[in-house]
C-alpha cells in the first residue's frame, strides 16, 4: 500500500487489505478510432479533485458512513476517503450534499429505449410481439440513438455501469452502434452481443458479430471501461430450443472466453424446471448469468450456488410484466451474487435506479408481510457492491475507498422532494430522483455536475431519439 492511502483512509484501512489497489493507476484514456466508428467523443479529462465535507457512505462495511469527510480522486482512481483523508486538484465543496458509489445497473435492452412505454395493455400489444415487430425495422443508426437515450439517461440518474444486454444484433454494424452509443456517453459498460430479433427458434444466431468484436476488443473497449459478453437465448424461448441450435452459441462464448447471460425461469407460475435443466445439460458456472430466475425451487437454488453463477432480478419489469415476486432474500442467503436491473423501457417507462431498488426492498417486504425484512442500506449495496460483485467489478468498483476507480454520485438534497436529511440510507432509497443527483464521476470522469450533464447535448439526444422513432413508424406503416 502507497504512503498516500494510508494516510487518507480513516480507521483501520490497513487492516483490510488493501496492498497492491494503489497500482491500479491507468493511462490517460487515448483518442482513437475503433473498427466500426467507436471513435472521437466529447469526454472530460480525468483530472484531480478533492469532494470536501461531504455525508460520505462508503457502502464498505468496516467504514460505514463518514460525516464530514473528504474524497480525493486522482487519474480516475480513489486516493483517499475520509475525515482526514489527503487533498489535491480542484476542491469540490460537498457541505450538505451525499457521496455514494455510483449505481450498478446489471441487465437492460438498451437498444429498446426509444420504445419507451410502448408496449400496451391488450396481448397483441405486449412487450414481447411490439419489440420483436418493431425491433426487426431498427438501422444501426436507431440503434445507436436508443442506446445513447439510456445512457445520457443512466449517467442522470446515477448509474455509472451498465450492462448493455443488446439483442437486436441484426449485423455487425447493429452491435458497433451500442457499442459507440456507450463509449460516447463515457459510462463504465458490458456490451453482450445477442440475436437479431425475429430470428426463429429453428436457427442458431450468426457467430460472424460476435466474432469480429471478440477478435478486436481492445479497439472497442476505452482502455477496459467497456467489455464483452454474450447475451444467449438460451434452451427455451417461445418453447423449447433445440440442442443443435443452442449449444454451438455457448460452446463458441466460452471459445471466445466471453461471459455468457441467458434469460430464464422468468415466470414463477409457468416456467418451472428451466434451471435444472439449465444444470443438467451443464450449461451454468461462474461466466454464466442468470436473468430474472423467479421459477427457482430450493433445489435449483442449491444448483445455481454450486454452479458460481450470478443472477439478475428486476423488479420494476417483473412486477409490470406479471412475473411474480424476485426471490431477493432467498438468493442472498445463499450467497449467490445478484444485482439488481432496468431490463427495458419500453415495460417499466422510466429507468430511475433509485425506484427499481426502492421496489426491490418493498418487495421482500411485501412477501414477507414485514416492515422490516429488508434494510434499506441492503437495498443500497444491491445496487452497488452486490451488484459489481454480480457483474465481476468488485474489485475495481461498488465502494468508495483508496484504490477502486473512481465511479461515484453526489446527490443534492436540497429540493422540495428531499429538503430533511433524516436517515441517509432510507432518503437515498426512497426519495432520490435523476434532479437530486447533483454530479455523477466514472473513471474519474465529472460527467454530470451542478444537476447537469457534461458530455451529452441532451436536445440532440432527445430529437435523434425522435427521429429514429419516426424512422420506424414511417417503415412500419404504424401511425
Ligand atoms: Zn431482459
Known sequence: MCEICRRGFIGGAAAIGLAGACGMLSSPLKAQTPPGGTGSTRLPARGEFTITNAY????????????????????GEIVAVGKAATSGGETIDGT???????????????????????????????YFPTVARFGQQMTPDDIFQSTRLAAAEAINSGMTYVHSWCHNVRS?????????ALAQAGIRARHSCGWPQGLPDTQSADQAPIETLAKNWKDYSREGLLTL??????QFRAGPIKPEVYQPEFDNARKLGLPITVHVASAAHRQAGQIELLYKAKLMGKDVQLIHALAVTPAELDMIEESGASISTSPGSELRIGYGYPLISEILAKRIPIGVSIDTSALTGSSNMFGVLKLARDSENARAESEFKMTARRALELGTIEGARAMGIDDQVGTLRPGKRADLIMISPNALNMAVVTDPAHLVLEATTPENVDMVVVDGRILKRGGKLVAVDTSEVISGARTALAGIRERTKWR
Request: charged share 25%.
Open 56 to 75: 460520505i457512505m462508503t457502502m464498505e462495511r468496516d467504514f460505514g458512513d463518514l460525516a464530514g469527510a473528504s474524497v480525493h480522486v486522482r487519474d
Open 96 to 126: 450538505g450534499m451525499i457521496v455514494m458509489p455510483g449505481l450498478v445497473e446489471t441487465h437492460w435492452h438498451m437498444w429498446n429505449t426509444i420504445f419507451r412505454s410502448f408496449a400496451g395493455d391488450k396481448p397483441e400489444e405486449g
Open 172 to 180: 455487425t454494424a447493429h452491435a458497433e452502434a451500442d457499442i459507440r
Open 229 to 234: 459478453g454474450m447475451g444467449w437465448r438460451g
